[in-house]
């Protein structure tokens, strides 16, 4: 009897990680086999490559270090879904119309005259059709952009007038930014990248790998997935920051647009005049006992996590709960209506988002 209960011990032991008294047990990290099977049971039914897609989806999460659960999984799935339905480089409707009208925009903002532009996409691009005539045929995204680079590298003028400015701006099965995935493969990126960081968006790893990190790589404060999927269209703390300015709302008394933009940026930087949110917060600067300088430093934060730990969000907080008598909420969906080329009917950050939780719950529910 006195084996078999120290039998039964040791065995708990092993099981429990070999945790002592008072810590949870340590749980053993899943295999890559593991990890593929177990995303592979939250993927659509019918979908070409499934271990494929499991794969690059555990890849992404696993060199992330995010939690492997099957809530984030769904998450991923649904952000997918809703973006392309699983389309590394999905077709877009009348691309090439989308694309003569984006042109002909920013030759307006740099001030080429019209016949230089036509003259310079006239000339034969890499493949030998004129970039004119490969604009018209394309259908993706990718091919899209490839023609760009093609141009920006191949004529003199592309240098000047395209530069920085090709127009595919966000890429891959998720459709995520360019411009973020080359601040992400800063931290790190676990493949090699073979051509630009633009081509690796465009290719399912990349596009999931930048994908997946938008989505889940940040400390979000947020007790449901709902407000992420906002952020992931809105971009980070959105959702934050559009319940800070209806706190702000509520303690000045003063209408504001829930748009998550905290200061107004004029090429990347803060402009120097004031924007509404920050016109509102001056305005019971005494109340709040802070100067202008204050206020701004620390909406400031509203890009980061350390929004939470400024003066201006507490006072703020405190101001518009006492106000109302009630905690103001710490979370709110942006009120943004989205414009774009591709998109051909109102759409808004909240619809956006309650779609994808929709697809999330859904997702969760396959595997049950």
């Not at 127009?167 to 998720?174: D, H, S």
């Not at 940026?265 to 509404?276: K, L, M």
């Not at 209506?337 to 396959?366: D, G, Y």
């Amino acid at each position: 009897m006195r084996l078999g209960i120290a039998c039964g011990i040791a065995v708990a032991a092993v099981l429990a990680g070999c945790a002592v008294p008072g810590e949870a047990p340590r749980e053993r990290p899943m295999t890559a086999v593991e990890g593929r099977a177990f995303v592979a049971r939250y993927l659509p039914a019918k979908l070409d490559d499934r271990d494929g897609w499991a794969m690059d989806i555990w890849t992404a999460m696993n060199a992330l270090h995010v939690g492997m659960t099957r809530e984030n999984v769904c998450a991923v799935v649904a952000v997918t879904e809703q973006e392309t339905n699983f389309h590394v480089d999905p077709p877009i409707p009348n691309l090439a119309a989308i694309a003569w009208k984006e042109i002909d925009r920013q030759r307006e903002q740099i001030g080429i005259p019209k016949l230089a532009l036509q003259a310079a996409l006239a000339l034969p691009s890499g493949n030998g059709q004129s970039y004119s005539d490969r604009i018209d045929a394309a259908r993706t995204e990718g091919e899209l952009s490839e023609i760009f680079e093609d141009f920006i590298d191949r004529v003199p003028l592309g240098k000047r007038f395209l530069e920085e400015r090709n127009p595919v701006r966000t890429a891959g099965p998720m459709q995520v930014s360019v411009s973020f995935a080359r601040v992400q493969v800063a931290k790190g990126y676990p493949y090699p990248v073979k051509g630009s960081v633009r081509d690796e968006v465009f290719t399912r790893r990349g596009g999931l790998y930048f994908g997946i990190a938008h989505l889940l790589d940040y400390p979000a404060p947020y007790d449901e997935d709902l407000y992420r999927f906002a952020d992931y269209n809105a971009g980070r703390y959105a959702s934050r920051n559009a319940a800070f300015q209806n706190a702000l709302a509520i303690a000045s008394g003063t209408a504001l647009d829930l748009d998550g933009d905290l200061l107004r940026f004029d090429h990347g930087e803060p402009a120097s005049e004031p924007g509404a949110t920050e016109l509102a917060a001056r305005g019971i600067a005494a109340r709040l006992g802070m100067s202008a300088a204050d206020i701004r430093r620390d909406l400031g934060h509203g890009n980061g996590p350390g929004l939470e730990a400024t003066a201006l969000y507490r006072h703020v907080f405190a101001l518009a709960d006492a106000r109302s008598g009630k905690p103001a909420p710490r979370a709110m969906l942006p009120r943004i209506e989205l414009r774009s080329p591709k998109i051909t009917r109102k759409f808004t950050t909240e619809r956006f988002a309650r779609r994808v939780a929709e697809r999330q719950r859904n997702c969760l529910a396959r595997a049950t």
